[in-house]
């Protein structure tokens, strides 16, 4: 069988599943550089094979990136060539690290000295709203709803629609754009043609507001939020809750946040105070 053939089969396996372009592409990419690296039919692909290659990885990538690796080689070879032989395969373990939070004051001069409206909006929906970078960036005018006060975040990870919170101090400059703005534009544009404003872009906006800011922390999007979440739940929400405002699919990533919130840290007086 061509290779061409081989990988088209991939590719109409991921579109049935409704996997996201990310996604699909880096499953392709993964698989098309392991044939590349073991030189082999993937028919004739063995256990051995398949460690080789991640033993490889794991010299120059990170442990993030050899999971993915390994669930593009398990999606390939399980679900297109119904093999069985990663059954007795572990699976990489990812390093696990708790997330950079920020505090309330942090968030505050970030927005302080953030002087231009449409930049403070940004980092304001990012840490008010604990949505993705991606997902901001595509936001659209019909997606605010200001009756209810909330953001429907349309199609997020997972090909998933949901709806978070939106914060009242945000209420007038929304307001002020749905005036200008028509359903289908999105929130915020690049300045070219109406196109969304790229996730490359928002990050730079918020590294150069915690920079301005006199921020001692590595501050991304994502940043602001794990502080979304964290802030809700030393507020007292529950996480149940939280975890449908992020969206995730399962509740053990939502208790990440269990381990940096500081509400029950502050009950404990440290020895050298006492």
Avoid at 154 to 161: E, L, M, R, T, V
Avoid at 176 to 192: E, Y
Wanted: net charge positive.
């Amino acid at each position: 069988m061509r290779e061409g053939n081989v990988f088209e089969a991939l590719e109409r396996e991921l579109r049935i599943r409704n996997y996201s372009r990310r996604t699909a592409e880096s499953y392709i990419f993964y698989n098309r550089d392991f044939i590349e690296f073991i030189h082999k039919d993937p028919r004739a692909v063995t256990t051995e094979d398949i460690k080789a290659y991640l033993d490889y990885q794991t010299r120059t990538k990170s442990a993030a990136t050899i999971s993915v690796a390994y669930n593009a080689l398990l999606f390939y070879y399980k679900q297109v060539w119904h093999r069985n032989f990663f059954v007795n395969l572990s699976h990489p373990q990812k390093e696990k690290h708790i997330p950079v939070v920020l505090s309330k004051r942090e968030v505050e001069r970030m927005l302080a000295v953030t002087v231009n409206p449409k930049h403070n909006c940004i980092i304001s929906l990012l840490y008010g709203t604990g949505v993705r970078v991606s997902e901001l960036a595509h936001i659209k005018m019909c997606d605010v709803d200001l009756d209810r006060m909330v953001l429907r975040v349309f199609q997020g990870k997972g090909q998933k629609d949901r709806i978070t919170i939106l914060p009242t101090t945000l209420k007038e400059v929304l307001s002020r754009q749905q005036k200008v703005k028509t359903a289908n534009d999105f929130l915020f544009t690049n300045g070219r043609m109406g196109g969304c404003l790229t996730a490359a872009s928002i990050q730079k906006i918020v590294g150069q507001a915690a920079v301005k800011a006199g921020l001692k922390k590595v501050v991304s999007p994502h940043t602001l939020r794990h502080t979304f979440a964290t802030h809700l739940l030393e507020n007292g929400v529950d996480i149940r809750y939280i975890q449908e405002l992020l969206g995730h699919a399962k509740l053990q990533t939502t208790q990440v946040y269990t381990k940096v919130a500081v509400n029950n840290l502050q009950k404990i007086a440290s020895p050298l105070d006492v």
